[in-house]
């Protein structure tokens, strides 16, 4: 049977040689083409993110828009400097060569994109994407219909369809993608696809990026300013209903501090969320979850947990069919509960005591390297103790998820969180083949001293490199 998007890729296929030999210059006017409609077009992105996950216009603004902006930005200041060869030095072995590292388009590029930032997953690897000098085929989430509607219209305005084109739809269509032998997959996703996709890549040897989840641990030791490391988690684990990735999932607390969190997050909850007194099921800055089954799923872990003896220190209230649960702290968790097994991604936060901080990097490095790590300590020592004994895509000290933005790090996860790494050059860098090109001059070179016949001469130049270089 012929693959749905076998013409599509064909012609991109094509295209893709093309793009290899244009000027940095026409990969730059294609960002500027997508930050013009980006801009031009606020609203429109507002009103798809408000439709699929009740998104307030601000919020839409900093999470999916800036995300991008800055993205292009960065890449249209930088992309001369990114694309440019680097020479190398040829050492003493290389004497007489001339050597540099020539970063090239990879060629026809995958995108998939999770529901829970629509635009924003879409639109950063599509920067790095298309800075690299590749063509994409972007495949939005189902779950966000609003969303990837507009990035279609969207797509559909700026680019030749041999350039970027969308392909929308589910798990059937992104299992026919997957058939094709992209050069590059970019997955952002769950661990579990993630498989499936990495898989689905083996059998073309298409190379990937994985940006994956996971459960992000939080913490919070005994020299830790509590109210502050409350604001911060608040605002971390409830923006977007509690659904980013990089959200901080669970918390290990000292005892010492554990009052004056609580306290304090049951403020911020209402500082923050409902600044306005309307009730949090009413308020404008608290979003809602992708679904009603989510809402469900995150329901019976909550019911698990509290049947299995957890404490509400505050939230608990739910609504299945309006996808709302109010953000909620638990305490006394029972370590066998889905709470504390699985990647939470809702407003539900679990926390528990520690007497010994050897036993939670025990605990952290027994599970999966997280994709962050967040600690809130005032100890230089408890900070280079954590950053050395523990392993993590990202890591933060006294905040949380804010590391996603920066921009000069990498972003991405580890194993079981990720593969490869995403943002500004690295991003640029995932999209490319770094090519190694080395030129030679003609007739005599170094390189004869390792053609047969090995004569006495040649045995001893060998020994002495094998000492030596
Ligand atoms: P998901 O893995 O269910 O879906 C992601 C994409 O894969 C969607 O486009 C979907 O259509 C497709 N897909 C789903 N099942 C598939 C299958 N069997 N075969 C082929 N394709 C399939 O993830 P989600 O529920 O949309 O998003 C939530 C997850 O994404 C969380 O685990 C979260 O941590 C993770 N995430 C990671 C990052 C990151 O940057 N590391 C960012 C956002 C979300």
Same mark, same amino acid.
């Given at each position: 049977m012929v693959n749905q998007f076998q013409s599509q890729f064909d012609k991109q296929k094509s295209k893709s040689l093309e793009l290899?030999? !244009?000027? =940095?210059d026409v990969r730059r006017s294609r960002l500027k083409s997508l930050k013009n409609w980006i801009l031009k077009n606020k609203d429109k992105i507002r009103s798809a993110l408000h439709a699929d996950l009740r998104k307030s216009a601000t919020d839409t603004d900093i999470s999916e828009i800036f995300t991008v902006t800055t993205e292009i930005n960065d890449a249209l200041n930088h992309l001369h400097q990114w694309a440019r060869p680097q020479r190398v030095s040829p050492g003493m072995t290389y004497l007489g060569t001339s050597a540099k590292v020539q970063p090239e388009p990879k060629g026809v590029c995958l995108i998939i994109a999770p529901w829970n930032f629509p635009f924003n997953l879409i639109g950063s690897p599509l920067v790095s994407c298309l800075a690299a000098g590749n063509t994409a085929i972007l495949k939005p989430s189902e779950h966000t219909p609003a969303t990837s509607k507009m990035i279609k219209e969207m797509v559909e305005d700026i680019f030749e369809p041999e350039v970027v084109t969308v392909a929308e739809g589910a798990v059937p269509e992104t299992t026919a993608l997957l058939e094709l032998p992209f050069d590059h997959i970019f997955f952002t996703g769950s661990t579990n696809v993630g498989k499936i996709v990495m898989a689905a890549a083996a059998k073309n040897l298409s190379s990937v990026t994985l940006e994956l989840g996971g459960k992000s641990p939080v913490i919070i030791d005994e020299t830790a300013n509590a109210d502050d490391a409350a604001r911060k988690i608040v605002w971390g684990r409830f923006t977007n209903n509690g659904q980013?990735? =990089? $959200?901080?999932?669970y918390i290990f607390i000292n005892e010492k501090v554990k009052n004056k969190f609580i306290a304090s997050a049951k403020k911020y909850v209402s500082q923050l969320f409902d600044s306005k007194g309307q009730g949090m099921a009413n308020a404008d800055d608290y979003s809602r979850l992708v679904h009603s089954n989510h809402a469900r799923r995150l329901v019976d872990i909550l019911e698990e947990a509290t049947n299995f003896g $957890?404490? =509400?220190?505050f939230g608990g209230e739910y609504q299945v069919d309006n996808k709302f649960i109010e953000p909620t702290l638990l305490s #006394? =968790?029972? /370590?066998?509960?889905r709470i504390w097994q !699985? /990647?939470? *991604?809702?407003?539900i936060m679990p926390l528990k005591v520690y007497d010994n901080i050897d036993q939670v990097i025990d605990h952290i490095n027994q599970n999966e390297k997280p994709l962050s790590l967040y600690l809130f300590s005032t100890s230089r020592k408890m900070k280079k103790k954590i950053t050395k004994a523990t392993s993590a895509g990202s890591m933060a000290i006294n905040d +949380? +998820?804010?590391?996603?933005?920066?921009?000069n790090l990498p972003f991405g996860g580890v194993n079981h969180s990720g593969i490869g790494k995403s943002h500004g050059r690295y991003g640029f860098l995932e999209f490319s083949n770094q090519k190694s090109v080395l030129s030679q001059r003609i007739?005599?070179? #170094? $390189?004869?001293? *390792?053609?047969?016949? *090995?004569n006495g001469f040649k045995k001893w130049v060998v020994s002495f490199l094998i000492k030596w270089f």
């Open positions: 290899r030999t !244009e000027s =940095i980013t990735c =990089i $959200a901080p999932d $957890a404490k =509400i220190e #006394n =968790i029972d /370590e066998s509960n !699985e /990647e939470i *991604f809702g407003p +949380v +998820v804010v590391q996603y933005a920066h921009p007739g005599l070179t #170094n $390189a004869l001293l *390792f053609y047969p016949p *090995f």
